[in-house]
């Protein structure tokens, strides 16, 4: 089993910056694509950013420009960089995990979330 555990969530202003960390353990040698994953208040869960074990990324309309998916595969840890922090980016974030290496499909393991809260 693989097991997901996100930090570096918290309260910012708009216009703020927070990185989110991902830390990976467990049966992690079949991992490729990770990805981080929102769901904000009365909306549902969508795909924010996706990358590759080789390091091919791609993320969602409404964050392009503004958040950077990396990972560090010696650390087995997943980051979002988030910079220029909307009220519309406040949600819960999930990091996510799959050994398919297609980014914007299904994901097999889960997080249990970190809050972000980008004020007015």
């Known amino acids: 089993q693989v097991q997901l555990v996100e930090s570096g969530g918290g309260l910012v202003q708009a216009g703020g910056s927070l990185r989110l960390s991902c830390a990976a353990s467990?049966?992690?040698?079949?991992?490729?694509?990770m990805a981080w994953f929102r769901q904000g208040p009365g909306k549902e869960r969508v795909l924010v950013a996706a990358?590759?074990?080789?390091?091919?990324?791609d993320y969602a309309d409404s964050v392009k420009g503004r958040f950077t998916i990396s990972r560090d595969n010696a650390k087995n840890t997943l980051y979002l960089q988030m910079n220029s922090l909307k009220p519309e980016d406040t949600a819960m974030y999930y990091c996510?995990?799959?050994?398919?290496?297609?980014?914007?499909?299904?994901?097999?393991?889960w997080g249990q979330g970190t809050q972000v809260t980008v004020s007015s």
């Open positions: 996510a995990a799959t050994p398919n290496h297609r980014l914007w499909g299904r994901y097999d393991y």
């Open positions: 467990g049966s992690i040698f079949n991992i490729n694509a």
């Open positions: 990358i590759s074990r080789g390091g091919s990324t």
